[in-house]
């Protein structure tokens, strides 16, 4: 049997990459040949550097990666009847469009970790159409491209063996690259929709299920927390520490993990850092993320509020860490900050919480139904307030045992209760059981 995943672009190296490759694991755990789908090239280094080998390994194990210029309607066609696919499984269903009329509940799994697509589209998010879906692909209507299919095999082996699939001209080709772009727009309106109302859908919380109860009306919708690498971060950040010093040290660091890119909103942890120099308080914030080219701007935005408010010395940025700087950074760190309001889940705040680090979040999101509420903020005032709390008033012996509590928090989304449940799913959709 095999399954074909849909994910747009691996490179990112955030939470949502990395959820993939474990879904991925699950799946070929139990026998599967797995295919991927994709917009761009799997840069397998840069996996390994964010995920470690052994996590990346899986993506030796693909079959064959299907490379499509964009998601179209004749390229997903393609794409589905040159491979006679028993299952569908896009971990990417809050961005990707991927929908055909021979997909449904019983042979597609749509991971929507927020309907944020339609979201999107309704307020012709440029940042969206760009990047994501890259409508700059699109070509203008006095270039005539036929379709190729064709094999590279790589001589080397860290490299990957993939298929490239360009579509042909589509069927809302107009006299005018404008209309193209709108009736692109329609189109992929019209098959994000059809993707979320016909397939077996799985969200990571029930701040998400809500939302998409609210934007399709299912409440068929079932909630399955994301896999985290708990265990191994637990045992990395206690290695060589005796049980009662856990993130205990004389330094107040503030750790951030987030891609660098506006939705993100790491301007709140910038100005967290400048509330706190006002309240004379003494603390390093580190903030560790990916970065993709795509946001420049943004980040040069970023760095210049650094400079505005004289916090050069309180801020610093991590760009691209892998996994062994992270867990240096988590072990040296006492509070994590995440400065996003409704976020989805937060996979990144339970592998703080993992570490032992006290999470200081926003009330609204996927992360209130499992940080205590004495750690949410409703106002970066709010937040101050916690944090300068954490830093001046707590003692040895309450950050300890703290620190314990949140990582017995963190075990509850392991990596083999996802599995496990996700197995199940497929499992029962493979023999006709749901």
């Not at 006679?84 to 469009?97: A, C, F, M, R, V």
């Amino acid at each position: 049997m095999r399954a074909n995943f849909i994910y747009s672009n691996l490179n990112p190296c955030g939470g949502g990459e990395r959820f993939t490759l474990v879904t991925m694991e699950a799946v070929c755990e139990m026998g599967l040949e797995i295919d991927l789908t994709t917009l761009e090239q799997p840069d397998l280094c840069k996996l390994e550097n964010a995920f470690g080998r052994d996590l990346a390994s899986v993506m030796k194990k693909i079959r064959k990666i299907n490379i499509l210029n964009m998601f179209d309607e004749q390229s997903i066609r393609l794409n589905l009847y040159q491979t006679n696919y028993d299952l569908i499984i896009n971990t990417h269903g809050d961005i990707d469009p991927y929908y055909d009329s021979s997909l449904n509940a019983k042979n597609t799994i749509v991971y929507c970790h927020y309907p944020s697509a339609k979201l999107f589209l309704e307020n012709e998010d440029t940042d969206y159409l760009t990047y994501h879906l890259k409508i700059d692909r699109l070509h203008p209507p006095s270039v005539s491209k036929s379709g190729v299919s064709s094999q590279i095999d790589y001589k080397n082996p860290n490299q990957l063996m993939s298929q490239i699939i360009e579509s042909t001209e589509t069927e809302f080709r107009t006299n005018n690259h404008n209309d193209n772009r709108k009736e692109y727009v329609k189109w992929v309106k019209r098959t994000y929709d059809s993707m979320i109302r016909n397939s077996f859908l799985i969200t990571n919380s029930n701040y998400s299920k809500a939302a998409i109860l609210r934007e399709y009306d299912r409440n068929d919708v079932m909630v399955l927390s994301p896999p985290v690498d708990v265990d191994t971060i637990i045992s990395k950040v206690k290695l060589n520490q005796p049980p009662d010093s856990l993130n205990y040290n004389d330094e107040n660091c503030i750790l951030v993990i987030c891609r660098i890119e506006p939705s993100k909103r790491i301007e709140n942890a910038i100005y967290l850092a400048k509330q706190l120099k006002e309240r004379k308080i003494k603390a390093k914030i580190n903030i560790v993320g990916s970065f993709e080219p795509f946001y420049q701007k943004y980040c040069d935005g970023l760095i210049k509020l650094i400079s505005d408010f004289d916090v050069s010395d309180i801020i610093e940025f991590h760009i691209d860490a892998n996994f062994e700087d992270l867990t240096d950074l988590m072990k040296s760190s006492k509070i994590f900050f995440h400065p996003r309001e409704g976020e989805h889940f937060g996979m990144s705040i339970v592998e703080a919480m993992s570490a032992g680090l006290i999470p200081v979040v926003p009330a609204i999101g996927g992360q209130s139904e499992f940080v205590p509420k004495e750690y949410q903020y409703r106002s970066l005032e709010e937040a101050s307030e916690i944090v300068s709390s954490l830093i001046t008033d707590m003692q040895r012996e309450q950050i300890t045992k703290e620190s314990n509590r949140m990582s017995n928090i963190a075990k509850n989304f392991s990596e083999t209760n996802y599995k496990r449940q996700f197995q199940l799913i497929v499992g029962q959709l493979l023999y006709n059981q749901i």
